[in-house]
């Protein structure tokens, strides 16, 4: 089955760190890029952050920036978000999404696309609390 899994979500303290993980199954994610959204109940879908294939190339949603980090390791056929300084507020599910588009065209959308069918694959969603 084709399919991302996200894991490392839990519960974590204000100012704590954790370190989502995003694994493809039954396809090599070499040649997408990777996309990090949360949506908190009753708020909409956040777009986080996104990176290109290669890795070399990513963006980030203002409330994130400075605090989470993207990054890739194609060899383990993994993207991984790096969460540090969690506040309360981060508190949401957090999706990892894969497209194949031109990085140059969508990386400034990556924050607004937040649309399931704007991609090729949508994983399940790792839950993230931060509370004391």
């Known amino acids: 089955q084709l399919q991302l899994v996200e894991s490392g979500g839990g519960l974590v303290q204000p100012g704590g760190s954790l370190r989502l993980s995003c694994a493809a199954s039954g396809f090599t994610l070499d040649y997408y890029n990777i996309y990090w959204f949360r949506q908190a109940p009753g708020k909409e879908r956040e777009g986080l952050s996104c990176i290109n294939s290669s890795g070399e190339d990513t963006n980030y949603a203002d409330s994130v920036k400075g605090r989470f980090t993207i990054s890739r390791d194609n060899a383990k056929n993994t993207v991984y978000l790096q969460m540090n300084s969690l506040k309360p507020e981060d508190t949401a599910v957090y999706y990892c999404?894969?497209?194949?588009?031109?990085?140059?065209?969508?990386?400034?959308?990556?924050?607004?696309?937040?649309?399931?069918?704007?991609?090729?694959?949508w994983g399940q969603g790792t839950q993230v609390t931060v509370s004391s």
């Open positions: 999404a894969a497209d194949s588009k031109p990085f140059w065209v969508v990386k400034n959308l990556c924050l607004s696309r937040v649309g399931k069918d704007d991609y090729i694959y």
